[in-house]
């Protein structure tokens, strides 16, 4: 069992930047595909970065593509994502997720989720 805790979300204005954490408990990350996912009140949880169990291969949605930053430690347990240029289309509850083998955009592939954490981008 993972247990999984977010941290780091907030308000912040439009061209601001946020690092969002995803601590883990219960059993060492480094055997898990970790990802990111948002969602925003009425639509659906979607996809935002993925990560494989070692770091060496990400990836991204497009909207975020050269904005945001997935990376792990997996000495510490912990994933992140480093949000630049924020955009008020970016406000949602992030959730970050874990999975055994690769990762994936389908968030009916991850086993383990966190409780979220609000991020709001103010215009």
């Known amino acids: 069992q993972v247990q999984l805790v977010e941290s780091g979300g907030g308000l912040v204005q439009a061209g601001g930047s946020l690092r969002l954490s995803c601590a883990a408990s219960?059993?060492?990350?480094?055997?898990?595909?970790m990802g990111w996912f948002r969602q925003a009140p009425g639509k659906e949880r979607e996809f935002v970065a993925g990560?494989?169990?070692?770091?060496?291969?990400?990836y991204y949605t497009n909207s975020v593509k050269g904005r945001f930053t997935i990376s792990r430690d997996n000495a510490k347990n912990t994933v992140y994502l480093q949000m630049n240029s924020l955009k008020p289309e970016d406000t949602a509850v992030y959730y970050c997720?874990?999975?055994?083998?690769?990762?994936?955009?389908?968030?009916?592939?991850?086993?383990?989720w966190g409780q979220g954490t609000q991020v709001t981008v103010s215009s």
């Open positions: 990560i494989s169990w070692n770091g060496g291969n990400t």
């Open positions: 997720a874990a999975r055994r083998s690769a990762p994936a955009t389908d968030f009916n592939e991850y086993n383990y």
């Open positions: 219960g059993r060492t990350l480094s055997s898990y595909a």
